[in-house]
């Protein structure tokens, strides 16, 4: 069956860096969301990408979705404490979206 | 309501009692889900309705573990004989497709 795998599963940042969590499909996906979940909440959605290459802002966050739409990343400039939380990634096929694992952010101030 | 709405929000139950989460789209959502969330892990599938169609059970850990979607609204995930591995929050979503999945705030499930 689809798997997605998440990495890194946890990402320890400097508030003001940049990092990025990176997602891997062992299939062909026909779009892949992303999901952020505060501790003790649950998720929300963030973002959805359809199209093959497809790069979405939101603005300190960037999206990307692979050319063989296998795999995605998001990258967080400039990183803030409201950045704090799990971040899921989601591959779409059929009907079901299977999750990551998840990248779990903790930002030193 | 405006959003997905679940309950109890917190449960705590005795090993071998059976339990029954409940799970309130929103409105007009045809599709259905439910997930398993253990401490700090990603979501697990567990079961999947859409319409009229007969549910995807495939995500089901085990026979002890049901559900049903009555009048295409309001789901019920039914445990029954728990086990001290069932706690774990049970999150449902709800969505017009495969498309963007909005979370209730789910159910904390604590077996003794």
């Known amino acids: 069956g689809q798997q997605v795998m998440q990495i890194p599963q946890y990402q320890h940042v400097q508030e003001g860096e940049d990092f990025t969590t990176y997602c891997n499909s062992s299939t062909t996906l026909s779009n892949i969301q992303w999901y952020k979940q505060r501790p003790g909440g649950h998720p929300v959605f963030l973002i959805q990408?359809?199209?093959?290459?497809e790069v979405k802002k939101q603005k300190r966050l960037t999206f990307q979705f692979g050319e063989a739409k296998k795999n995605s990343s998001l990258h967080i400039t400039a990183t803030q404490t409201t950045d704090v939380g799990t971040y899921f990634c989601a591959g779409s096929s059929d009907y079901k979206l299977s999750f990551g694992a998840g990248t779990t952010v903790t930002v030193r101030a | 309501g405006a959003g997905v709405s679940q309950s109890p929000s917190n449960k705590v139950t005795e090993k071998g009692k059976d339990v029954e989460l409940r799970c309130d789209p929103i409105?007009?959502?045809?599709?259905l889900y439910w997930y398993r969330q253990s401490l700090g892990q990603g979501l697990e599938f567990l079961i999947y309705?859409?319409?009229?169609?007969?549910?995807?059970k495939s995500g089901l850990p085990s026979d002890r573990f049901s559900a049903e979607r009555t009048g295409g609204s309001v789901s019920t995930l039914t445990i029954q004989r728990t086990q001290q591995e069932d706690s774990a929050v049970y999150l449902c979503?709800?969505?017009?497709?495969?498309?963007?999945?909005?979370f209730g705030p789910g159910t904390r499930l604590l077996v003794l």
């Open positions: 309705f859409q319409g009229n169609s007969a549910p995807d």
């Open positions: 990408l359809v199209k093959s290459g």
């Open positions: 979503a709800s969505s017009w497709t495969v498309e963007t999945q909005y």
């Open positions: 409105s007009g959502h045809t599709a």
